[in-house]
């Protein structure tokens, strides 16, 4: 009776934790489920159509598709084509209030082709007209704020622009962000944050990195200033006709001197010059290339009469000067140019007009701005590039929620991304061969071997530089056989005595796949070598100077 009444303790203290669980998972769920309705999240893992309202008016004939991330299972938007404009929108159930507590604006772009000249941002319409439609969107349909890259030419920028209300003129301005930070120029998936704080300041994330910090009321953080200025040109204000603004003026009392010659030359024949001795007068500067021979199938009917090309005249190298000798010019000491009067300071100088000052009908104080709310969210951009990928746009009211999308959803893909482009990149170096720092090696070693001193092993140093440049894995082992070279022959030019023998070593080839195991041991190597320094035979071929490029 124990043991049953044990068993059945224990299985109804099982039965309590599953349900503890279980209750603790659905509060779970529940939590995230409400967090998520408590924002938008957008992050395209089903057909947008029917959410997502693609634009019906002309101008956009931009073909907007729902595509994988290149290498990653993820889907996103895809701007499908090149050198169209693209516009979709986005009507939120509930428009997402600006004004209070914090605003986390949030989404990831992939620039799979790279970005020349185009938009990649987002704008977070503000509530349209009575009667406006989502087929209806454009250029001109009003929003709060705009956000995301943009490059063309000399604008590469990260745009952070809010449209706020003039309370006096009742006119939207643009305040566009100062200095915003720039468009990272990879091809991998970035990640960009705006978070709007309770106390004006806005905060621009790349990745999760901070880019820039500014705050929404500040002048020198945004252009125009949210608050204007208190007082304005007066445009009503213009300047006398009798104002003048000269600070100097020619002396009017001032008069040219009687002997001021304004057409004396600048310079004249030096009259003093002599003609240097051993002038050869009789030979041109230039004769008939001597070397120059005519080509086999010059043909004088169809090519005209065939003519040497021209040469330095050898004769003229040695002498001070050959042709026609002329007196050289000098500068004239009675040149003074046109004559002006001095400049004096103007009696009736005023200083720069400025009109007067007048109170700015437009301004006014606040402290905060009185932002419209998020009604739809819009991707209205024009671009010569296709393979923009958006993904995972969210609007959040906690930062650590943004920071939970961003770790869940763009990291990983990020880091797979940036593993996949380092082995393209070292892929792309094996392919071209030589990385740019061997190149720079092989250059210098082919101009050692033009050195005239070596001239008998050039044969040698070419044949093994070639090797070192089909097998770049060999660099350093041509690299050693060279310094080799170079040493002896040195040992002979500073001690003399009889002509070493020089036995250039064959680079290590231990770290090339293809190596044979069953070739001759390194002594017989040796003793092959020196036979062939002693017999030395011909080159195989007359090395070039410069290999081609």
């Known amino acids: 009776m124990a043991g049953t009444r044990w068993r059945n303790f224990t299985d109804l203290l099982l039965l309590l934790l599953v349900l503890l669980i279980g209750c603790s998972a659905s509060q779970i769920r529940a939590s995230s489920e409400h967090e998520v309705d408590s924002i938008f999240y957008e992050p395209f893992s089903e057909s947008f159509d029917g959410r997502w309202i693609v634009s019906s008016k002309d101008e956009y004939?931009?073909?907007?598709?729902?595509?994988?991330?290149?290498?990653?299972?993820?889907?996103?938007?895809?701007?499908?084509?090149?050198?169209?404009?693209?516009?979709?929108?986005?009507?939120?159930?509930?428009?997402?209030?600006?004004?209070?507590?914090?605003?986390?604006?949030?989404?990831?772009?992939?620039?799979?082709?790279?970005?020349?000249?185009?938009?990649?941002?987002?704008?977070?319409?503000?509530?349209?007209?009575?009667?406006?439609?989502?087929?209806?969107?454009?250029?001109?349909?009003?929003?709060?704020?705009?956000?995301?890259?943009?490059?063309?030419?000399?604008?590469?920028?990260?745009?952070?622009?809010?449209?706020?209300?003039n309370p006096k003129s009742g006119q939207y301005v643009e305040h566009h962000l100062k200095d915003p930070p720039s468009v990272p120029s990879d091809k991998l998936s970035h990640v960009y944050t705006a978070i709007l704080k309770p106390d004006n300041q806005v905060r621009i994330l790349i990745d999760g990195e901070e880019k820039k910090k500014a705050n929404l009321l500040s002048a020198k953080d945004f252009e125009p200033a949210l608050i204007p200025a208190k007082t304005i040109p007066d445009p009503e204000d213009k300047k006398p006709e009798d104002w003048d603004e000269r600070v100097k003026i020619p002396d009017p009392n001032a008069v040219k001197p009687d002997d001021w010659d304004e057409d004396a030359p600048m310079e004249i024949e030096d009259e003093d010059a002599v003609k240097p001795e051993g002038w050869l007068d009789d030979e041109p500067d230039e004769i008939d290339d001597p070397e120059a021979t005519r080509p086999e199938d010059w043909d004088d009917e169809e090519d005209g009469v065939w003519e040497p090309p021209?040469?330095?005249?050898?004769?003229?190298?040695?002498?001070?000067?050959?042709?026609?000798?002329?007196?050289?010019?000098?500068?004239?000491?009675?040149?003074?140019?046109?004559?002006?009067?001095?400049?004096?300071?103007?009696?009736?100088?005023?200083?720069?007009?400025?009109?007067?000052?007048?109170?700015?009908?437009?301004?006014f104080e606040t402290e905060k701005p009185d932002f419209e709310p998020i009604a739809a969210i819009g991707i209205e951009i024009w671009t010569m590039q296709d393979g923009i990928l958006f993904d995972n746009i969210l609007i959040a009211d906690n930062e650590k929620v943004a920071e939970s999308v961003r770790l869940t959803t763009w990291k990983p893909k990020f880091e797979t991304e940036k593993e996949k482009q380092k082995a393209g990149e070292e892929a792309a170096v094996l392919s071209d061969g030589l990385s740019s720092y061997q190149k720079k090696v092989f250059d210098?070693?082919?101009?050692?071997?033009?050195?005239?001193?070596?001239?008998?092993?050039?044969?040698?140093?070419?044949?093994?530089?070639?090797?070192?440049?089909?097998?770049?894995?060999?660099?350093?082992?041509?690299?050693?056989?060279?310094?080799?070279?170079?040493?002896?022959?040195?040992?002979?030019?500073?001690?003399?005595?009889?002509?070493?023998?020089?036995?250039?070593?064959?680079?290590?080839?231990?770290?090339?796949?293809?190596?044979?195991?069953?070739?001759?041991?390194?002594?017989?190597?040796?003793?092959?070598?020196?036979?062939?320094?002693?017999?030395?035979?011909?080159?195989?071929?007359?090395?070039?100077?410069?290999?081609?490029t």
């Open 61 to 165: 004939q931009g073909v907007w598709k729902l595509s994988k991330s290149e290498g990653h299972d993820d889907y996103g938007l895809l701007v499908s084509e090149k050198a169209r404009k693209y516009a979709v929108v986005k009507q939120l159930d509930k428009a997402v209030s600006l004004k209070d507590g914090t605003v986390v604006l949030q989404f990831e772009v992939r620039l799979q082709n790279g970005l020349e000249c185009g938009g990649a941002y987002l704008k977070y319409l503000r509530p349209q007209q009575a009667g406006w439609k989502a087929e209806e969107f454009d250029n001109e349909s009003p929003y709060s704020i705009m956000f995301g890259p943009d490059k063309c030419g000399s604008t590469n920028k990260v745009h952070f622009i809010f449209k706020h209300k």
């Open 310 to 363: 021209k040469a330095d005249n050898p004769k003229c190298s040695l002498a001070p000067g050959c042709g026609e000798w002329k007196k050289p010019m000098k500068h004239n000491p009675a040149y003074k140019g046109k004559w002006r009067p001095p400049m004096i300071d103007n009696p009736s100088y005023k200083g720069i007009w400025k009109p007067r000052e007048i109170p700015n009908p437009d301004y």
């Open 444 to 548: 210098l070693l082919y101009k050692i071997a033009d050195v005239s001193f070596l001239d008998a092993y050039k044969p040698k140093i070419i044949d093994l530089i070639e090797k070192g440049e089909k097998q770049p894995n060999m660099t350093i082992g041509v690299i050693v056989s060279v310094v080799v070279v170079l040493l002896s022959v040195f040992f002979k030019l500073f001690f003399g005595g009889k002509k070493p023998v020089v036995t250039v070593p064959e680079p290590n080839r231990a770290a090339a796949a293809e190596t044979p195991r069953d070739e001759g041991s390194s002594g017989e190597k040796e003793d092959e070598n020196e036979k062939e320094e002693e017999a030395a035979p011909p080159p195989r071929r007359r090395p070039t100077t410069r290999r081609e």
